[in-house]
């Protein structure tokens, strides 16, 4: 049986690397819309309607217009958008959080995670599971992430020359300083922390591949909970997981001269997370490709789940 699929959003970033794993399945047929049609709601409309899997590659508001367009209980939507994260009629599609790809399974509405949200939460969500971490805790973060997160308008800035020199992208920019980033609603809702983390994003002048740091002090955890505590119990979290990987705590063969390499997991649906600490210091860094894990490939590995077929086709590990 072939399942229909549609990507409603096909030109965009997220978009174009759907269909990249996409044409590697034989039991998908991809639905291609007329690029001069896409904007059409009743073109549009034909092509959600008649779809098993629709995958909204859309600005929120763009992504509410075509869930207005839907007129049957058979599509099954998975949005990559902010719009539906934090709706409780939307599944979260993170199935490596305890009984979420049961979820998932059953679902007829998903939405990708963000993807700084991606490592924040399921970096602090087993830590408040085991007891390690407390919910009030005052917990802080700080990603840096490649440009290509930014989307189409972003990478055509940073890979211009001219713009790139007149603004000086060459260097990394702090953004989102006012609290107000659209990832930190969810970050807050399935981290299962009780107040929002303080969180910096940084973007910088390499195309893709993400690193979340979270900080942490002994002295203020639980039973002053030590950096290998910490890397204990994400592996007993994760240890079964097939596509996030606890790195081993003596984690120096894994540097470069003792510096972290962001990109290693690009290209890949791989997130791998270390735990570094010394003398009730604890400094917790996951690293993904932010159009992998991140989102594109995320919202695939949804899609295998809801379809039933092995979680990992198409995708890399």
């Known amino acids: 049986m072939k399942y229909k699929v549609f990507v409603d959003g096909q030109e965009g970033t997220t978009g174009l690397k759907i269909f990249e794993y996409l044409a590697k399945l ?17 073109e549009r409309s ?14 929120d508001s763009a992504a509410k217009e075509s869930i207005e367009l839907v007129k049957n209980d058979k599509t099954r939507i998975i949005n990559t958008s902010t719009a539906f ?35 924040f939460i399921l970096t602090i969500r087993p ?22 997160g930014a989307g189409k308008s972003g990478i055509e800035e940073y890979e211009n020359s001219v713009l790139a020199a007149e603004r000086k992208l060459h260097v990394p920019r702090h953004y989102a ?32 591949g993400l690193a979340m740091s979270v900080p942490l002090i002994s002295r203020i955890l639980p039973k002053n909970a030590s950096a ?20 081993p705590y003596d984690s120096e063969a894994y540097l470069d001269e003792g510096q972290f390499m962001i990109s290693e997991c690009n290209h890949t649906n791989r997130l791998e997370i270390f735990v570094f600490g010394q003398e009730g210091k604890v400094n917790i860094i996951s690293r993904y490709d932010n159009l992998g894990k991140g989102a594109s490939g995320a919202a695939v590995q949804n899609m295998n789940i809801m379809l039933g077929l092995d979680e990992g086709n198409s995708l890399v590990n």
């Open 26 to 42: 034989s039991d998908i047929e991809v639905l291609r819309i007329d690029s001069d049609k896409r904007k059409n709601p009743e």
């Open 46 to 59: 034909k092509f959600l309607n008649g779809a098993d899997i629709v995958f909204l590659c859309l600005p």
């Open 85 to 119: 994260r934090t709706d409780k009629n939307w599944a979260y599609g993170l199935p490596e959080l305890k009984n979420q790809r049961e979820v998932i399974q059953t679902a007829s509405r998903v939405s990708v995670p963000g993807c700084h949200a991606t490592g």
């Open 127 to 148: 830590l408040i599971e085991a007891g390690i971490l407390p919910e009030d805790y005052p917990v802080t973060c700080y990603s840096l992430t490649g440009y290509s």
């Open 177 to 208: 300083l006012q609290h107000n980033h659209k990832h930190i609603p969810e970050m807050l809702m399935y981290s299962g922390l009780l107040y929002e983390p303080l969180f910096t994003p940084i973007k910088a002048n390499y195309a893709q």
């Open 228 to 247: 290998k505590d910490v890397h204990e119990a994400l592996s007993a979290y994760f240890e079964s997981e097939r596509f996030v990987h606890v790195m």
